[in-house]
T-cell receptor, first 113, second 118 residues
Framework: AQSVTQLGSHVSVSEGALVLLRCNYS??????LFWYVQYPNQGLQLLLK??????LVKGINGFEAEFKKSETSFHLTKPSAHMSDAAEYFC???????????FGTGTSLTVIP | GAGVSQSPSNKVTEKGKDVELRCDPI?????LYWYRQSLGQGLEFLIY????????KSGLPSDRFSAERTGGSVSTLTIQRTQQEDSAVYLC????????????????FGPGTRLTVL
C-alpha cells in the first residue's frame, strides 16, 4: 500500500527566499509522484509529476522536485518565493498499476513580504 | 475548454437528510474521481469511475455513501442520512486514463462542494 507524509503543516518563508516543502512516500515499488497546489477557494492544480523518467522534474511557476529513491522522498523546491506562491500544497502518490491516488495532509505556505 | 464543474458550491443540511452532489467532468475524460477533504486532513479517496468498467468503491466510508455516473459523463455522489462528521469539502476530478490504469494521468479538479451538516 502507498502512503505519503508531508512534514510541516505550515511553512513560512520570506519573499525571495528558498521554498522547500517536504514529502516522503511509502511504497513497495517505485510509484508515480505528484505535487498539486490549491489556491483559496479553488480546486487542486497539478504542479509537476514524476513518472519514472528524469528524477529531477520541473513544473509550473518555477517549482521543481527531485525523486530520491534511497530517501523515498520527493521534496518540492523553488529558488525564490513570490507572494503569489502562498497556497496549500499537496503531495500525492499512486501505484504504477492502479487507479488510486494517496494524498498527504498538505502544507500551507505563507510568504512574508 | 470548460474545466470540471461541481454543484452546488455550498450545501447546508440538517442531520439525517439526504444530499446529492453533482460533478460535470471535462468532456472526453473517461476517468472520474471523488475525494473528501476534511479540515486539517488530506484528500481522502472515495470512488473511481473508468469508462464502462465497474467503479472502484473501496474508499466509500459507509453504505450511506453511493455514487453513480450516467452515460460516462456526469456523476452524482449521494450521502444518505447525513451525519455531522460528513461535513467536508467534496472534490471531483477527471482525467484522460489513456493507459489501462488511471494512475499515470493528471487529474483536473473541480472547485469542490462544501457540505455542512448541522
Amino acid at each position: 500500500a502507498q502512503s505519503v507524509t508531508q512534514l510541516g503543516s505550515h511553512v513560512s518563508v520570506s519573499e525571495g527566499a528558498l521554498v522547500l516543502l517536504r514529502c516522503n512516500y511509502s511504497s513497495s515499488v517505485p510509484p508515480y509522484l505528484f505535487w498539486y497546489v490549491q489556491y483559496p477557494n479553488q480546486g487542486l492544480q497539478l504542479l509537476l509529476k514524476y513518472t519514472s523518467a528524469a528524477t529531477l522534474v520541473k513544473g509550473i511557476n518555477g517549482f521543481e522536485a527531485e525523486f530520491k529513491k534511497s530517501e523515498t522522498s520527493f521534496h518540492l523546491t523553488k529558488p525564490s518565493a513570490h507572494m503569489s506562491d502562498a497556497a496549500e500544497y499537496f503531495c500525492a502518490v499512486s501505484a504504477v498499476t492502479g487507479n488510486q491516488f494517496y494524498f498527504g495532509t498538505g502544507t500551507s505556505l505563507t510568504v512574508i513580504p | 475548454g470548460a474545466g470540471v464543474s461541481q454543484s452546488p458550491s455550498n450545501k447546508v443540511t440538517e442531520k439525517g437528510k439526504d444530499v446529492e452532489l453533482r460533478c460535470d467532468p471535462i468532456s472526453g475524460h473517461t476517468a472520474l474521481y471523488w475525494y473528501r477533504q476534511s479540515l486539517g486532513q488530506g484528500l481522502e479517496f472515495l470512488i473511481y469511475f473508468q469508462g464502462n468498467s465497474a467503479p472502484d468503491k473501496s474508499g466509500l466510508p459507509s453504505d450511506r455513501f453511493s455514487a453513480e455516473r450516467t452515460g460516462g459523463s456526469v456523476s452524482t455522489l449521494t450521502i444518505q442520512r447525513t451525519q455531522q462528521e460528513d461535513s467536508a469539502v467534496y472534490l471531483c476530478a477527471s482525467s484522460l486514463a489513456l493507459s489501462g490504469y488511471g494512475s499515470y494521468n493528471e487529474q483536473f479538479f473541480g472547485p469542490g462542494t462544501r457540505l455542512t451538516v448541522l
